[in-house]
């Protein structure tokens, strides 16, 4: 039993279901967070059947305002403190910015940026006062180069890896450590929901399942590893978007996104 609770946000399903899963055999308690309380519920069902562990489930849309003040607060009511906040809840949509409804975008900015600003903030706090805790951001490849079809998106993570390293600098020697995790394409429902299945047909081969990922962000964070980018194809390609001139990363984007 480690007594230890982690704060998962989009458990429900792909990369942040293989987390919950990875930290209930480490004996970890979870808070499951998501919106799909059907999927959840079940999940705490698995989890806590297989592996003897505390599972709390909190429903909760990011994109709504004060999703993540009221997520703390109902954790603070329970005196359930958490030593590793896991951001992984986000989403995309894969058609032109000027074809996209503005709602999605600006949901989108509420969910991948500022309920992960809120929730880091928020939990930051009681972490620095006992001096030690655990953070893991998930932002994406898509960090690296602009991504037509999908330009919130892209912004979106690029934000995402920009601010978690900058305060993973700030909290050198604080015993609070922060880990970003850049995943590259992976077998979810992710592809589906943003209405990107030509791309999942370019990178189909390529893509990693959700628990090779979750392994690898789990792996790093245990180690306090500041990035980590899991996989081989992967970590050449953020090298490659790194060095090319960004007209020419821009539109290598745009072909994979257009299949
Ligand atoms: N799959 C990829 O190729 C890939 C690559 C790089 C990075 N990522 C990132 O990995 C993370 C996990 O995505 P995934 O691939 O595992 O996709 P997924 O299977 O679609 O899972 C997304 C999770 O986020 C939750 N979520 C989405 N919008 C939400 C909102 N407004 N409020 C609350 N929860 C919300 C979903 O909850 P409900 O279903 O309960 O609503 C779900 O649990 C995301 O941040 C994504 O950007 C994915």
Same mark, same amino acid.
């Given at each position: @039993?480690?007594?230890e609770?982690?704060?998962i946000?989009?458990?429900?399903? +792909?990369? +942040?279901?293989?987390?919950?899963?990875?930290?209930?055999?480490?004996k970890?308690?979870?808070v499951?967070?998501?919106?799909?309380?059907?999927?959840?519920n079940?999940?705490?069902?698995?989890?806590?059947?297989?592996?003897?562990?505390?599972?709390?489930?909190?429903?909760?849309?990011?994109?709504?305002?004060?999703? =993540?003040?009221?997520?703390?607060?109902?954790?603070?009511?329970?005196?359930?403190?958490?030593?590793?906040? %896991?951001?992984?809840?986000?989403?995309?949509?894969?058609?032109?910015?000027?074809?996209?409804?503005?709602?999605?975008?600006?949901?989108?900015?509420?969910?991948?940026?500022?309920?992960?600003?809120?929730?880091?903030?928020?939990?930051?706090?009681?972490?620095?006062?006992?001096?030690?805790?655990?953070?893991?951001?998930?932002?994406?490849?898509?960090?690296?180069?602009?991504?037509?079809? @999908?330009?919130?998106?892209?912004?979106?993570?690029?934000?995402?890896?920009?601010?978690?390293?900058?305060? =993973?600098?700030?909290?050198?020697?604080?015993?609070?450590?922060?880990?970003?995790?850049c995943?590259?394409?992976?077998?979810?429902?992710?592809? =589906?929901?943003?209405?990107?299945?030509?791309?999942?047909?370019?990178?189909? /081969?390529?893509?990693?399942?959700?628990?090779?990922?979750?392994?690898? +962000?789990?792996?790093g964070? @245990?180690?306090?590893?500041?990035?980590?980018?899991?996989?081989?194809?992967?970590?050449?390609g %953020?090298?490659?978007?790194?060095?090319?001139?960004?007209?020419?990363?821009?539109?290598? =984007?745009? /072909?994979?996104?257009?299949?």
């Amino acid at each position: @039993m480690q007594n230890e609770w982690v704060l998962i946000t989009g458990a429900s399903s +792909g990369i +942040g279901l293989e987390f919950a899963r990875l930290f209930a055999t480490k004996k970890f308690d979870l808070v499951l967070h998501g919106r799909n309380e059907a999927r959840l519920n079940e999940i705490s069902r698995e989890l806590t059947a297989k592996h003897s562990v505390r599972v709390k489930v909190l429903v909760r849309d990011l994109a709504q305002p004060a999703a =993540a003040s009221k997520i703390f607060a109902e954790l603070e009511k329970e005196r359930i403190p958490v030593s590793i906040l %896991v951001n992984n809840a986000g989403f995309g949509a894969g058609k032109f910015f000027a074809q996209e409804q503005l709602q999605v975008c600006t949901d989108m900015v509420e969910t991948n940026i500022t309920a992960l600003i809120e929730l880091t903030h928020l939990f930051l706090k009681p972490m620095l006062a006992r001096k030690s805790g655990k953070i893991l951001n998930v932002a994406s490849t898509a960090a690296f180069q602009p991504g037509p079809k @999908m330009a919130v998106y892209y912004a979106s993570k690029a934000f995402v890896f920009s601010f978690s390293n900058a305060l =993973a600098n700030e909290l050198d020697g604080s015993g609070v450590t922060v880990t970003t995790l850049c995943p590259g394409p992976t077998r979810t429902e992710f592809h =589906a929901r943003a209405g990107a299945t030509r791309s999942e047909k370019t990178i189909g /081969k390529w893509m990693m399942t959700a628990e090779e990922v979750a392994r690898a +962000g789990y792996n790093g964070l @245990m180690k306090g590893k500041r990035n980590v980018v899991p996989g081989l194809v992967n970590k050449i390609g %953020v090298a490659l978007a790194k060095i090319a001139p960004t007209r020419l990363s821009t539109a290598a =984007a745009r /072909k994979v996104m257009e299949g």
